[in-house]
Nanobody, 132 residues
Framework: QAQLVESWGGSVQPGGSLRLSCRASGFYLHNYAIAWFRRAPGKEREGVSC????????YHVDSAKGRFTISRDNAQNTVYLQMNSLKPEDTAVYYCAAHAVDIRYWRSDVNCFDAKTPYDYWGQGTQVTVSS
C-alpha cells in the first residue's frame, strides 16, 4: 500500500528550528515531486516548498525562502523540510504530498503549486507550533 508518513513536527519558540520528514512506502520517490503544504487554523491550505526528487530542483514560496530547505535521502526514500528562524505565523499542520512527474517537462517553480497539478498521495499531517 502506497503511503506517505510525516514525522518530527513539534513545538518550538520563535527563532527555533524543526526538521520534518516525509517517508514514502509502497512506491519510490525518485519519479515524483514532493511538496510540503500547510494549513493554519482558520486558513486555507497553502504550498510551502517543493522538490523534484530525480532532478533535485526545488522551489519555495516567498514566506519560506531563506528559512526553509528541502532535501532528499534516496536510500531512506525520504524527503526532509528543514525549517529555521521559525515564526508564530508558521504554526500549522504540515502535509507532504507526491506527484508523479516527467522531468522533461517539470519546472518546480511553475508546476509545484499550480492548481492543475494533482497530487497522488498525501500524508496524514504533522503539527508545528511556534510560540513563546
Amino acid at each position: 500500500q502506497a503511503q506517505l508518513v510525516e514525522s518530527w513536527g513539534g513545538s518550538v519558540q520563535p527563532g527555533g528550528s524543526l526538521r520534518l520528514s516525509c517517508r514514502a512506502s509502497g512506491f519510490y520517490l525518485h519519479n515524483y515531486a514532493i511538496a510540503w503544504f500547510r494549513r493554519a487554523p482558520g486558513k486555507e491550505r497553502e504550498g510551502v516548498s517543493c522538490m523534484s526528487v530525480e532532478a533535485g530542483s526545488t522551489y519555495h514560496v516567498d514566506s519560506a525562502k531563506g528559512r526553509f530547505t528541502i532535501s532528499r535521502d534516496n536510500a531512506q526514500n525520504t524527503v526532509y523540510l528543514q525549517m529555521n528562524s521559525l515564526k508564530p505565523e508558521d504554526t500549522a499542520v504540515y502535509y507532504c504530498a507526491a506527484h508523479a512527474v516527467d522531468i522533461r517537462y517539470w519546472r518546480s517553480d511553475v508546476n509545484c503549486f499550480d492548481a492543475k497539478t494533482p497530487y497522488d498521495y498525501w500524508g496524514q499531517g504533522t503539527q508545528v507550533t511556534v510560540s513563546s
